[in-house]
């Protein structure tokens, strides 16, 4: 952004400069018809005799008198020579000082001027201190000031903006930027009237100094800019009016101001936004944003593949609103990002994004956008955005089965504020916004946060997704969806799951996006059922020897029970809300305490929210180490606590679901079980139940692999994944999903050998290899940044830019590419599921020696050819040589080192190729290295004697000349041999791997 300011004014400079060279011209032009029309009429009235005047001329003509009088004495006072000089600077001055009227005639020399005077004070600050002493002696700032507030030219208030810009920006000395932010000065210019900002130049300066400024705060420059007694701050004021600018290099700057702004760590400054600012701007950004949300519904409904520029660009105007508030989330201000994420939650996400996956009647949304698009904007909020409380009270909404009864925990704190009616702030720049109303001056008030799910709870679901003929529908009955989840949310997800393929891609993105952010409780996840293997695999390992340990502890009488209590808990009396709801707690383990108390008796949760046993797949973030690696680790530290003998107290962090801790423990001790327990015995198996559901829906993708691009395949089996793959650990899937799997990768390995015995079967060997070689994991990262793959129609013909992975294929050879991909997609899902290691593939190749062009070769005892080739523009006979070698063509050149002399002159009478007057030679020099595999031998039907070789996709081709048609046929057989050979070998590798 600084660079694209930077070079604008650069060349708003040059314009300025043309324009006052041309302004300088005319006002020279002007002066002499004036000077001639007084002349003339002087002539005239002196030869009638009438040397009598109108008032209004004598006034007219002493002005123009003194007028050129005054440029006259300026034309005698020559500029000093040397540029850089306080003589120089003190001409500047006068010249400020003479014309204290701005007007057309001169406002072209105060704007050079004022140019001059930065330059100068700039080269000053880095070489001599004197130039801005004589700028303080003379309170040339003052001169300024008083120039932006009595003149309403364009051109000198856009030249004293750009001077002071500059100035700020460019000035290192801290008492010269102390001078120049003090006596309110700039406070007056932010807030100066005269400005028309209709004038776009004229504002692109403005809020470029408003930047400038942003740039420089800090504890001790904010009191130059924030009045804590008037609660005055212009500078916060004035930008944050132009947040919705037409221009986005202006949105940014205005964006770039505030962030400035909040980072300054004043507790006055911060009250005052907090208490009177902050709100109505989260308001008018989240009421912007979600008419920005609609306009990108309507691009992705009239755009396609060739028109996609303007989708990408409301995309990524929008995602840099998203990151502008995730800016704002990451400054760690508590108060500040409870009211941006309430403001978030009640006015955009759950109205609009949550509320737009379902059609009801009573909920009339102006603005709806369409359920793919929703999904699409859901995916990127939860990927973008970190804040803990936002993001599960968001989930909960989608996931959980019982969302309204999660977002009234007591455990979790909800700041709610009234919603505030949509609006902009005032003035009011596009008078067409008109859908928006100013700011509420008094701040909002607090409500009941329960008024989000009162919105949203009579919401019937319809299947919205557009199901296309072309794309095979998932029979929900097949996947047992009889007793579907109660969120009514999640089952229209999963209905989507079952439409047309782009809507199955996005659901599949913002299911693994959920699963995937760091900052989304575990416990949600768990009651929600989609609580990933990986996690839950390390809860029920910590559990086992958290109560292993104990029951040794309490068969042990030589040694102290060690004495394990809760944080603020000291009553062994527990609610049920508080066993149903527990947070974190802190576990103390105190060796040789007098004091014995069960592991029963306290609440105990668990986290292992950054918790992986594959480090690759589940990467932890910088500086955590996991809080379960391995069964020795937690034994160690087990042991650690146990070998402590001097009342040391350590702590340790858990967090988990205490009823079913306890009910083991009681069921270990033969303790009648809770009702409660049973309770929880029952949600379990609900949670169960629905990721059973999923994981077999995403298993019938495999299914009907075929249909779905590769970039859908590969979202299916990452997410597979996710939810039930530990690396080193059989995976946690049913037999009948495990028949599934299986099924899937042997059609898709029939698909193969049919595609092997068809017309293009020659081919087949190529293809593989190709598409071999491009195969790539998918990475999600990139995939969200792809907003026409996710959100336009799928391509179903070849359009520049769009690879076969992100497409439908057309033709036979791209339908056997695409049933490659497929196989590739499924054997790395298969063996990674297995914990296999697939060593078939790559393909191998047999040993070959290493040679390369311009390399010596030995021809003795080396079965090879001899024949000639035509070069050149005059067809120049060359004599040639090949040779197979393993798996390569060597063709070759004479080596001149291997024999004295050598006689290429056709003998006379004879047929030119037929010459064969040449002694043998001993070694060669290698001029072309070419892949058996990929020749192609051709025989001249008018010429026995030639023979022409191409190889692809090298697009080398040539034709050789043999002395007769026997050593031509015995080179077609070595080199047909040879070919047929690596071939076969090859195939025969792709065949042991299909049979595998």
């Known amino acids: 952004g600084n660079y694209k300011i930077e070079k604008e004014k650069k060349e708003s400079e040059k314009k300025n400069q043309k324009t006052r060279i041309f302004q300088k011209t005319q006002l020279e032009e002007k002066q002499q018809e004036r000077k001639h029309l007084y002349w003339t009429k002087k002539k005239e009235r002196k030869k009638f005799g009438g040397w009598w005047k109108k008032e209004e001329e004598i006034i007219s003509d002493f002005e123009l008198s003194a007028s050129m009088f005054r440029n006259l004495l300026d034309s005698f006072r020559s500029k000093p020579k040397d540029q850089f000089s306080i003589e120089n600077l003190n001409f500047l001055y006068l010249q400020l000082v003479r014309h204290p009227v701005i007007n057309e005639q001169n406002k072209g020399i105060i704007v050079e001027t004022l140019r001059q005077i930065a330059e100068l004070l700039i080269w000053g600050d880095q070489h001599e201190s004197d130039f801005f002493d004589f700028f303080l002696e003379h309170n040339i700032m003052s001169f300024f000031m008083k120039i932006l507030n009595e003149s309403s030219n364009t051109d000198v208030q856009i030249q004293l903006i750009q001077t002071l810009s500059i100035l700020i920006e460019n000035i290192k000395n801290k008492s010269s930027i102390y001078y120049l932010l003090s006596n309110n000065h700039l406070n007056s210019m932010i807030s100066n009237r005269l400005y028309d900002f209709s004038d776009e130049e004229l504002l692109a300066y403005y809020i470029s100094l408003m930047k400038t400024l942003s740039l420089s705060l800090d504890k001790s420059t904010l009191q130059f800019f924030y009045n804590d007694k008037t609660n005055e701050f212009p500078l916060y004021t004035q930008s944050i009016k132009y947040f919705n600018h037409r221009e986005s290099m202006i949105r940014i700057a205005v964006r770039t101001i505030t962030l400035n702004i909040f980072k300054v760590d004043d507790t006055n400054m911060r009250t005052f936004l907090l208490q009177n600012m902050v709100a109505p701007y989260f308001n008018n950004i989240v009421w912007y944003v979600r008419d920005q949300c609609t306009h990108l519904d309507h691009s992705v409904i009239h755009s ?122 005032t003035p009011n720049i596009y008078p067409q916004n008109t859908r928006f109303s100013p700011i509420p001056s008094s701040p909002p008030h607090s409500i009941n946060p329960s008024h989000i799910n009162d919105s949203l709870s009579n919401v019937s679901i319809t299947d919205a997704s557009n199901s296309s003929s072309n794309t095979p529908q998932i029979d929900p009955n097949h996947v047992g969806l009889s007793s579907p989840p109660q969120n009514k949310y999640y089952q229209a997800l999963m209905l989507f799951l079952g439409g047309d393929e782009r809507m199955a891609l996005n659901v599949l993105c913002l299911l693994y996006a959920i699963l995937k952010s760091s900052n989304i409780d575990n416990i949600l996840l768990e009651y929600s059922g989609l609580f990933p293997y990986r996690l839950h695999k390390a809860k029920r390992l910590l559990e086992a020897l958290i109560f292993e340990q104990s029951d040794i502890r309490e068969n ?27 947070s974190k707690a802190i576990l103390r383990v105190r060796s040789g305490s007098k004091h014995h108390r069960s592991i029963s008796e306290s609440i105990v949760s668990m986290d292992f929210q950054n918790s992986s046993e594959n480090p690759e797949e589940n990467p932890l973030p910088p500086g955590s180490t996991p809080l379960v690696s391995d069964n020795s680790d937690i034994i160690e530290k087990v042991d650690e606590e146990e070998s402590t003998t001097n009342g040391e107290e350590k702590e340790i962090f858990i967090q988990s679901d205490t009823p079913e801790l306890l009910s083991r423990k009681d069921s270990k001790r033969g303790m009648p079980t809770h009702p409660i327990w049973e309770e929880k015995e029952e949600e379990k198996a609900k949670q169960e139940r629905t990721s059973v559901i999923l994981v077999e829906y995403l298993l ?39 028949q599934t799997m299986e099924t899937a990768y042997k059609n898709s390995i029939e698909a193969l050998r049919t595609c092997m015995n068809g017309h293009l079967g020659d081919i087949f060997l190529e293809l593989f290899e190709d598409q071999l070689k491009s195969y790539r994991q998918i990475n999600f990262n990139s995939l969200l940044m792809d907003s026409a793959s996710l959100l336009l129609p799928v391509a179903q013909s070849p359009i520049a830019g769009i690879g076969l992975s992100k497409r439908l294929p057309t033709g036979e050879a791209e339908k056997i590419q695409k049933n490659i991909q497929a196989f590739l997609v499924l054997r790395e899902f298969k063996y990674t599921m297995l914990n296999k290691k697939d060593d078939s593939l790559p393909l191998k190749e047999e040993p070959t020696p290493f040679i390369q062009v311009k390399d010596t070769v030995n021809l003795e005892s080396r079965e090879h050819f001899s024949c000639w080739t035509l070069l050149g523009p005059n067809k120049k006979r060359i004599r040639r040589y090949f040779m197979v070698e393993s798996t390569i063509l060597l063709v070759m050149e004479p080596d001149p080192r291997s024999f004295p002399s050598m006689d290429t002159s056709p ?56 002395d007769d048609s026997s050593v031509r046929d015995s080179a077609i057989e070595v080199l047909e041999k040879f070919k047929f050979k690596v071939r076969s070998t090859k195939m025969m590798q792709i065949n042991q791997i299909l049979d595998s």
């Open 304 to 425: 396609d593949h060739l028109n996609k520029a303007r989708l990408e660009d409301f995309v990524a105007e929008l995602l840099d609103f998203f990151y502008y508030l995730q800016d704002i989330f990451d400054l760690g201000i508590s108060q500040m990002s409870a009211i941006l994420s309430d403001h978030l939650l009640n006015q955009l996400l759950i109205p609009q994004f949550i509320g737009s996956l379902t059609i009801d009647s009573k909920q009339n949304l102006e603005d709806r956008i369409s359920p793919l698009s929703a999904v699409f904007l859901l995916t990127q909020a939860f990927y973008i955005f970190s804040d803990s409380s936002m993001l599960n009270r968001l989930a909960a909404q989608l996931i959980h089965p019982s969302a309204s009864q999660y977002l009234t925990l007591p455990t979790r704190v909800n700041i709610s504020i009234s919603p505030v009616k949509r609006s902009y702030s």
């Open 556 to 582: 042990t009488t030589n040694k102290p029970i060690p004495t394990i209590s809760v944080e603020k808990t000291e009553s062994k009396d527990v609610s049920e809300s508080d066993l149903n709801h527990s």
């Open 700 to 738: 019938n993708f495999l299914l009907l692999c075929g249909n779905y691009r590769l970039i859908t395949l590969q979202m299916v089996t990452l997410l597979i994944k996710e939810l039930v793959y530990i690396q080193d650990t059989p995976p946690n899937l049913k037999p009948n999903q495990l």
């Open 907 to 962: 003998t006379k009478g004879k047929n030119p190729l037929q010459n064969n007057r040449l002694s043998k030679v001993s070694s060669a020099i290698v001029t072309n290295v070419l892949p058996l595999q990929n020749i192609e031998i051709q025989g001249d039907p008018n010429d026995n004697t030639s023979l022409i070789i191409a190889c692809h996709p090298q697009t080398w081709s040539t034709s050789f000349f043999f």
